[in-house]
């Protein structure tokens, strides 16, 4: 059912007259099937169809006295419809609606969010392979390592963004249930045959078996991919905050004409969006420990959910998508400084290829231990300003086994990149000749 209409931006999708859109389309949906079976009037039916609709304002001063929300709008509902509103929520409790309407209204803010995170994957996407051929230090424990590319860093992130899409996706798919089985879930006053049809002209799948409420392992699930999805774009944050250091400064956001870094140093640009979404990652994995708070109810259920999902539902979902779109915006504006980046990587002393002398060595018939020692040697005693490749070309050990043309290719970068973009071709980022 949802995908008969527009979906609106994630803001609207939890304003009070989108949440009250989807009880009474539970209650619609409910009166039709009902009369279907003969369990209410036709007429009654109809009449909830044509007339039944609600007031926020309305709602809100019956609720003033009846203290109770769904009865609020219950009533507001029958009044609209006439006589024939008696049979408005006929055989419910309030968390058939509640609940049903809450899956729904969770359906379609996933629908908007994933639209976000597809754009952010599309773009890193494009990025990386921009970026394939780009030398840069790959570096482990902040230090520096040995190289890698710029698009081999982005590609990671594809590919884990990949992964919370899908994740999200399942999470999203096993919420998409209803509830309509009475007071502490046993059917008492309403068939198992309500819940079958409205489920089904809602596009959700009846709940295996309830309390009075849908379990709250659905929603835990959704709030954990919310979680991992938010830890993804911290991962991904807290790498550009560090590539733009000063002392690094290999990539920048980008700055607009009047923006302002500093009020006190105009020369100031700081990264302020991989700063904002590293908080807000923080925000949804504390949304994800109250999600899982809310499992444990009293007996069939209690109300101690109630007010946190009120508060984590939208929060995390509109803080999700805007994560999701600032940080496509941070991707798809990077200035990337590659001049800056092979000058990190020169002042590196040619240490980000002591491996790749190390297994070139080890090729030609010395030792692993033997080869690990004379690099290491060679490495620990360069003189200022030295270069391991101009120590190794002066060193006997080395240059008995490799030629000059081979030290250079060693230390020229083209085999990470060869490597890189034939991995890059593998997992299907670039074409295989690209």
């Given at each position: 059912m949802i995908d008969r209409y527009t979906k609106p931006e994630m803001g609207t999708v939890f304003k009070p007259e989108r949440r009250?859109?989807?009880?009474?389309?539970v209650e619609k949906a409910v009166a039709e099937v009902q009369a279907e079976l003969g369990l209410i009037p036709s007429e009654a039916a109809k009449?909830?169809?044509?007339?039944?609709?609600?007031?926020?304002?309305r709602i809100d001063e019956i609720e003033k006295t009846t203290k109770h929300d769904v009865i609020a709008f219950v009533s507001c509902v029958a009044e609209n419809v006439g006589p024939e509103g008696r049979w408005v929520h006929y055989g419910l409790t309030s968390s058939d609606v509640l609940d049903t309407a809450l899956n729904l209204q969770i359906a379609e803010a996933g629908a908007?969010?994933?639209?976000?995170?597809?754009?952010?994957?599309s773009i890193l996407k494009a990025r990386a392979v921009a970026e394939a051929d780009t030398l840069c230090a790959g570096r482990t424990h902040g230090m520096h390592a040995e190289p890698t590319t710029f698009g081999m860093k982005l590609a990671g992130f594809w590919a884990e963004f990949s992964r919370h899409r899908e994740r999200l996706t399942t999470a999203l798919a096993e919420i998409r249930v209803g509830k309509l089985s009475g007071a502490v879930g046993t059917y008492s006053t309403q068939t198992p045959l309500v819940e079958a049809g409205v489920c089904k002209r809602l596009g959700?799948?009846?709940e295996t078996i309830a309390t009075q409420v849908v379990p709250r392992d659905r929603h835990a699930a959704v709030f954990s991919a919310l979680a991992l999805l938010g830890g993804g774009i911290e991962r991904l944050a807290v790498e550009l905050r560090h590539l733009q250091r000063t002392e690094i400064g290999e990539v920048t956001e980008a700055f607009g004409r009047g923006q302002k870094g500093s009020s006190a140093m105009p020369h100031k640009k700081n990264p302020i969006s991989a700063e904002n979404l590293t908080g807000a990652a923080r925000l949804l994995r504390s949304y994800a420990s109250s999600a899982f708070e809310n499992m444990a109810l009293w007996?069939?259920?209690?109300i101690s959910h109630s007010s946190v999902e009120r508060v984590i539902v939208p929060d995390a979902f509109i803080l999700a998508h805007y994560a999701c779109a600032r940080m496509a915006d941070l991707i798809e504006g990077l200035e990337v400084n590659r001049e800056a980046m092979l000058q990190t990587m020169a002042e590196s002393h040619g240490f980000l290829f002591s491996s790749h002398l190390l297994l070139a060595l080890v090729e030609k018939g010395l030792s692993r231990e033997d080869a690990y020692q004379l690099?290491?040697?060679l490495s620990h005693g360069l003189k200022a300003g030295q270069h391991l490749k101009e120590a190794a070309l002066l060193n006997s050990d080395v240059t008995s086994r490799l030629s000059a043309l081979e030290i250079e290719g060693v230390f020229s970068g083209e085999r990470h990149k060869r490597a890189i973009r034939e991995h890059l071709a593998r997992v299907g980022l670039v074409g295989g000749n690209a």
């Open positions: 009250f859109y989807w009880m009474l389309e009449a909830i169809a044509v007339r039944g609709r609600f007031d926020v304002a908007v969010l994933l639209s976000a995170v597809e754009r952010l994957i959700l799948r009846p007996h069939e259920r209690d690099v290491q040697k």
